[in-house]
């Protein structure tokens, strides 16, 4: 039997996943705040058009709204929270403990990360964690889990069950230890993958082919991470200030072949062509849209890249 074609957890994207279709997810970042209504209002924009909503954690290391407590008002909302947890901030007693948090909710997806640096965020004078680095929060997650054991080798009382994903960078230098990279994430545990926003599709599509080369599409589900452009300004922004992001030319010079005002509709218009292009390759489960700040538009994206209507998870 595949193990891909079998479910571990109650998770509805799991099911959906499982189940053979295209999955679809988007994230939502938490406010400066305590006001939780900030946080629905995006979910609620998204929510019929997505399969399962990630939570930042902190994101940039700027401090926000914990994701934890976000993806308890969207569970609480009825929908399918993704639980992003970094490293940076927290040592191993921390992390097990707000695992056991997230499980006291039945919340069933969590994506494991390192965490960018505290020196980009605002409190640059704050001192990290990494006790565990993320492949080593994988491995407690599926620990925890299959095991039903704390790292300590204690029992767990109704251990946590959760489907656990990490990231992966397929343009970050050097190019060729990126496949061997996922190769050890899934290794650690990794059911699912987001990546990062791709729009060299070019550089994506041999990264894939390196995927499938070692088998690696039949042991883990990859979600392909999506961003849609605002403006021309944006996209030389990403280009030349955002490391480990692969914006070509080409794509930067369409978003300024247009005038200001149409700027946001060729945007759009590069992630829904993205989306038609990459439904085709081979290994590609389904896609991560990352509208930064412009949640009113994701459902826009997956009507048009025919990803519309979402299955139903009960139906499966």
Known sequence: MNPM???RTD???EKILAAGHLAVTSECGPPRGSDAELIKKKADLIKNHVDAINITDNQTSVTRLCSLASCIHLKLMGLEPVLQMVVRDRNRIALQSDILGAAS???RN???LSGDHQKFGDCPQGQ???DLDSMQLLQTVRQMRDQGKFLGGDEIKRPPRIFAGAAANPFADPFDIRVRRLAKKVA???EFIQTQCIYNLDRFEEWMKQVRDRGLHEKVYILAGLTPFKSAGMAKYMKNKVPGMDVPDEVVKRMAGVPKDKQAEEGLKIC???IQRLKEVEGVRGFHIMAIEWEEKVPEIVEKGGLYPRPDPAAL
């Open 11 to 13: 998770s509805k994207l």
């Open 188 to 190: 650690a545990g990794a």
């Open 105 to 107: 909710f039945d919340i």
């Open 5 to 7: 074609r079998t479910t």
């Open 110 to 112: 969590m994506l494991c």
């Open 128 to 130: 990290n964690v990494f």
């Open 272 to 274: 829904i062509e993205s």
